[in-house]
């Protein structure tokens, strides 16, 4: 069964401090992998996309890793802001027959405080 | 429309009655999918649609759930005797490929069952 497990499940930090969120996944076969940022009440938006032979990518104060040998990925905030404060969400793709197959994590909720 | 459009934001119902959810995707995007999301919890797959066809419905969680994309464009999602577990917000997301581009979400549509 196709899982994505993420990890902390909530942390608080200051502001202006460094994270780095969590997410392990099983699920084959791989197509992509996905950080999305989720302010409370909206929907959430998307930070990265990564294929299998992409190792980092990085979006203004946000870098995702991906190591697909060990089905392992994170995301690093630099110098964290209040605007921050919000879930963040791991999306693992697998490639299927009628299209892409999206196994979404719990989240990581993230509270940045001043 | 810029982006994607969800009504209602807001649906308060009495248990057992019929509700319907509409989702207007980004223009010209063929993938559009609905998921629901619990408070705390991350997006759960419903249903997938690529054009006017269900490409996969594996998510619905019974008969009651029902979903429509009659022109490839618009969809409704159907909810028949709604229960008091079914309160959650629903979203919907659309893509211009076949899922293995970015996905645009909706803000929600949040619906209490009373």
């Known amino acids: 069964k196709n899982q994505v497990e993420q990890s902390p499940q909530s942390l608080i930090i200051l502001e202006g401090k460094n994270c780095t969120l969590q997410?392990?996944?099983?699920?084959?076969?791989?197509?992509?992998l996905r950080w999305y940022k989720q302010d409370t009440g909206r929907g959430p938006v998307s930070l990265t996309i990564?294929?299998?032979?992409?190792n980092t990518k990085s979006n203004g104060r946000y870098t995702a890793t991906l190591d697909a040998d060990t089905k392992q990925s994170s995301l690093h905030i630099t110098a964290s802001q209040l605007s921050d404060s919000a879930s963040y969400i791991c999306?693992?793709?697998?490639?299927?027959?009628?299209?892409?197959?999206?196994?979404f994590g719990g989240g990581t909720r993230l509270m940045v405080k001043p | 429309g810029a982006g994607v459009s969800q009504t209602p934001s807001n649906k308060v119902t009495e248990k057992g009655k019929y509700v319907e959810l509409r989702c207007d995707p980004i223009?010209?995007?063929?993938?559009l999918y609905w998921y629901r999301q619990s408070l705390g919890q991350g997006p759960e797959f419903l249903i997938y649609?690529?054009?006017?066809?269900?490409?996969?419905d594996s998510g619905l969680p019974n008969d009651r759930f029902f979903a429509v994309r009659p022109e490839g464009s618009v969809s409704t999602l159907k909810i028949q005797r709604t229960e008091r577990g079914d309160s959650a917000v629903y979203l919907c997301?659309?893509?211009?490929?076949?899922?293995?581009?970015?996905?645009?979400f909706g803000e929600g549509s949040r619906l209490t069952v009373l």
């Open positions: 223009s010209g995007h063929t993938a």
């Open positions: 649609f690529q054009g006017t066809g269900a490409a996969d």
């Open positions: 999306v693992v793709s697998a490639i299927k027959n009628a299209g892409n197959m999206l196994t």
């Open positions: 997410c392990n996944y099983t699920v084959s076969p791989f197509s992509n």
């Open positions: 990564m294929t299998f032979s992409e």
């Open positions: 997301a659309s893509s211009s490929t076949r899922g293995t581009g970015e996905l645009f």
